[in-house]
DNA sequence: TATTGTTATACTCTATAACTATA
DNA sequence: TATAGTTATAGAGTATAACAATA
């Protein structure tokens, strides 16, 4: 037997809100992994090339700060997108320990051209909320957001 | 030099929110990793535990449909959770083509005991958000999820 | 013929820690 | 001593497809 009391009823609450959060984002990882694999990129692959996007080239360390790729998985993810051809690696004078992540020109052609494509197809549902829709889910999502940091 | 157009605003504005999506689910599945860590148990294990419990047992079709885990994935993770001792697996009698998951005794216990602490621990963080934020994060995200669906 | 679960393969990511070369 | 990136290891999830047993 289960009484509904006002504590459970506060449980259901946010349990109810906690899974929602998981499908929704699910329902949107689904859709953008299909576009990643059109273009036979990972998710982290295409994390690191969104990241890369408009900058003349980051580090391994800025890259993992932005991506929470971890060092070690990162040489992974960078080497096999240098295989792709779509990075490369440039060692810095400056600091001779760091070493800089650049796009190719095939990397920016995938930045610039087939990654266009995908946000264009992610718009397209994003314009089934409306203005105000939009605005209020983002406020609340900053406030979710920070219950969970720190 | 970037204009700044209505168009340009519009597309900041749904990148933004979906970014947002992205970081918010990342800050709750980084508390939410932690716990399990605790547990020894990976994400995709405890998200089957959490399925099982209070259900008098599964079959992997059923699992798969709720966890999103595919069948030949969920092979392998059903092994790891049995020589855990957590579930195991028996025959039914109706469709011998099928196999129910149940929970064991201490996979009971760490349902009925360990998880409740989780989700205590969860609540806390919740219980930083207002009953209306909640309630609207709640609907809003539903609204989120639909324009992903089909 | 279709469905349920298993097996096999090859790849990717994760966590951890030791290691190198620089600073 | 500390930092940036590499390497090594073991484990876990993913995708795909072939397979056995059953319906």
Do not use: W
């Not at 036979?40 to 996007?53: E, R």
């Not at 980051?58 to 295989?83: C, H, S, Y």
Request: hydrophobic share 45%; net charge positive.
């Amino acid at each position: 037997m289960i009484r509904i009391t006002a504590k459970n009823a506060a449980k259901q609450d946010f349990m109810s809100l906690m899974r929602q959060l998981v499908r929704t984002y699910q329902a949107f990882a689904a859709f953008d992994a299909a576009s990643y694999r059109n273009m036979d990129l990972t998710v982290s692959q295409a994390d690191v090339i969104f990241t890369l996007g408009n900058t003349a080239g980051l580090t391994f360390k800025d890259i993992g700060a932005q991506t929470l790729i971890t060092k070690g998985t990162l040489t992974g993810v960078i080497d096999r997108l240098e295989n792709k051809g779509l990075v490369k690696r440039i060692d810095t004078a400056e600091d001779r320990r760091c070493t800089q992540v650049v796009l190719t020109a095939k990397g920016k052609r995938m930045f610039g051209e087939v990654f266009p494509k995908h946000v264009a197809r992610l718009r397209t549902r994003f314009d089934r909320l409306t203005v105000a829709e939009r605005r209020d889910a983002q406020i609340l999502l900053v406030k979710l957001q920070t219950i969970f940091s720190s």
